[in-house]
């Protein structure tokens, strides 16, 4: 039997704000590490569990609802945009494959710890998602990658250690500092933050569609994980990438294939 990693984070006097951590169903499967709590991942807004890539995916069926909605919101203004620029620095391939953290590549869930005269407090039961470091580690190859996540940065990067330990396959980390929280409720990772990267240039992959809600023609919608150890998501999204890598124009090609934003127009 596997033993779990323990990764330290610094202390935090709070408990997570988002609704999700508090409900997570918990799984029979083994944890890859647990974690102090911080901040996790925005809550998903869709329930559906089909694999979204490729041709005649449904994609824009599937999600119909979430696009309506997505055709209400007024994006955020480029002042919004300019408060939250990031830079990543050198660029060793073409194209930047952005990839949502929570629920995409990992779980987890919260567990509290403590005893009865302590102040309460929580780690996290991590559960890597399977092939997801066989993706990092294919993927890294052909793409830039970044994680884009609306937990808190300390939470992301020492669940980064657990996927890349080596720091050699990701290259860049956005977080909540970086989203932008709607009126609505919904966090937005907004493409444009990436200063020194062309919109044209990038893809990203997310369990949430609001997350990509206006680069729709970027994004690639994945099925949720929730911790089941018999999940193969991410084999369908590891053969799509491989697929559109040599694109001319990567977004063009991902519009053709996915077409999300013909739900928008409805």
Known sequence: M???DFVQLSPVDHLPTEPDAADNPSS???SDSQLPATQPDEPVESETESPCCGPDSGAASLYADELHEIHSLVPPSQADIDQ???FLGEKKHRFTLVLD??????FSSPVATGGQCQEPAFQFDVKIRPYAKELLEKMSKKYELVVFTAAEESYARAILQLLDPTSTLISGLAAQSQCVLLPSGHWVKDLRVFADRCVDEMIIADDNVFSFAFNLDN????AEFRGDMGDDELTFLIDYLDEIADSKNIVKTNKKRINLSAGCLK
């Open 101 to 106: 953290l929570d629920r995409t590549l990992v």
């Open 84 to 86: 939250r620029m990031l």
């Open 28 to 30: 029979d499967s083994e």
């Open 219 to 222: 994004g690639i919608p994945v």
């Open 2 to 4: 596997k033993t779990p």
